[in-house]
Each structure stands twice: as structure tokens, then as C-alpha cells.
């Protein structure tokens, strides 16, 4: 299996642009999160589905950032307008509904917004 | 709500062992987990136990889960610098939900 899969891994933007963030979590799996990295705030979980309806969004920082999941294979994560203090690592992460909840992480985009 | 608190960094020495802490606060962990971060990296799966287990063992890795106390601790054997990451750990308390704790930053010394 190939894993988690976001896209891009890197991103530079400036400040104001729409950027879009890609995930496709690994076969079989019905649940996805996305969470966010940064050193001042440690790991955030952000929005996570299960069986591509969007469960809990308190994460979610503000208006800026929604967040879609229109099949089990794919979910996109965009921020409009960006703003600098956005500049984190974005982690895709999957599980499948069992006995454990065992997440399995992408590689994360990595968003610098100037 | 929930919590899960670690210490932010340790330092050792290559050939020792490393024991990482962990406390939580969620009673109602199902499973705990202990994931890995190398720099530039996401996180990986290293180990995860079961709530009813107290002890697990895996090759150079042993976790220890006091329930009582709502401590988990991951014991890294032989530490070696390719040990050197961010140690995470993590508990599920229902739901498909995980708290992650802020995790420890592991340095090896030569």
C-alpha cells in the first residue's frame, strides 16, 4: 500500500491567495483527519471524517479554512484567504473503523504563506 | 477534556537506555499509542497497547501503562542515534478521535 498521499509536499504563497491542500488517505480506510503542526502550538487536529461527513470541525481555526471530503478516496483542505500566520506543517492522517483507532500520517505539506 | 502531557525534551547517551513519559487524563482510553516523528517527517506508528495490558514488548521497545496513575511510559533499549525524533504519544478515548501529547524530543549522544 502506498500510504497516506498529500500533495504538494511543499508550498510557498503569498499572503491573500487561495491555496488548496490534497489528501488521499489509504484504501479501505473510512476515516481521515487533518491536523496542523507548528513549534508554538505543537500538533492540532483540525477536522476529521468519518465515512466522508465531516464529524468535528472545532478545530477548524476560523472561516479562512474549510475543508471537503466528496469521496472515501480523496479530501481537500483550503485556507482563503491565507495569511501568514498560517505557515505550518499540514498532516493528512487515516483509520479504519476497528478495535483501534490507529491512525496512519501522510508526509504532511509543508505552507509558508509571505 | 482530555489531556496528555509529556516531557520536551531528554537527553542520551548512545548504547543507554531511554524511558519517554507520558500522563493522560481520559480514564476511558481504549488504546495508547506511541508514534515517531523524524525531522522533515510525518509521524509514524512505532507501538500501541491496549488499556487492559500493562506491558508490551516490542524488540528494543517496552511500554508500561499504570492505568492508576494514567501513565505510559516507552522504554527504548540500546538507543542508537537513528533514535534520535520527537516521541509522541497519544490516547483514544472514543470515537475515532486521538489526543496527542506535545511530544518528547529524543537527542543521542555519541
Known amino acids: 500500500d502506498a500510504g497516506v498521499i498529500q500533495s504538494p509536499r511543499h508550498e510557498v504563497t503569498e499572503m491573500g491567495q487561495e491555496v488548496t491542500l490534497r489528501c488521499k488517505p489509504i484504501?479501505?480506510?473510512?476515516?481521515l483527519f487533518w491536523y496542523r503542526q507548528t513549534m508554538m502550538r505543537g500538533l492540532e487536529l483540525l477536522i476529521y471524517f468519518n465515512n466522508n461527513v465531516p464529524i468535528d470541525d472545532s478545530g477548524m481555526p476560523e472561516d479562512r479554512f474549510s475543508a471537503k471530503m466528496p469521496n472515501a478516496s480523496f479530501s481537500t483542505l483550503k485556507i482563503q484567504p491565507s495569511e501568514p500566520r498560517d505557515s505550518a506543517v499540514y498532516f493528512c492522517?487515516?483509520?479504519?473503523?476497528?478495535?483501534?483507532?490507529?491512525?496512519?500520517f501522510g508526509p504532511g505539506t509543508r505552507l509558508l504563506v509571505l | 477534556g482530555e489531556d496528555v502531557e509529556q516531557s520536551l525534551f531528554l537527553s542520551v547517551r548512545e548504547g543507554d537506555s531511554s524511558v519517554i513519559n507520558c500522563t493522560y487524563t481520559d480514564s476511558s482510553s481504549t488504546y495508547l499509542y506511541w508514534y515517531k516523528q523524524e525531522p522533515g517527517a510525518g509521524l509514524q506508528l512505532l507501538t500501541y497497547?491496549?488499556?487492559?495490558?500493562d506491558m508490551k514488548q516490542d524488540q528494543r521497545l517496552t511500554v508500561l501503562l499504570n492505568k492508576k496513575d494514567k501513565h505510559l511510559s516507552l522504554r527504548i533499549a540500546d538507543t542508537q542515534t537513528g533514535d534520535s525524533a520527537i516521541y509522541f504519544c497519544a490516547e483514544a478515548g472514543g470515537g475515532n478521535k486521538l489526543t496527542f501529547g506535545t511530544g518528547t524530543q529524543l537527542k543521542v549522544e555519541l
Open positions: 497497547i491496549f488499556s487492559n495490558m
Open positions: 484504501s479501505g480506510h473510512n476515516s
Open positions: 492522517a487515516s483509520s479504519f473503523d476497528g478495535r483501534e483507532e490507529t491512525q496512519y
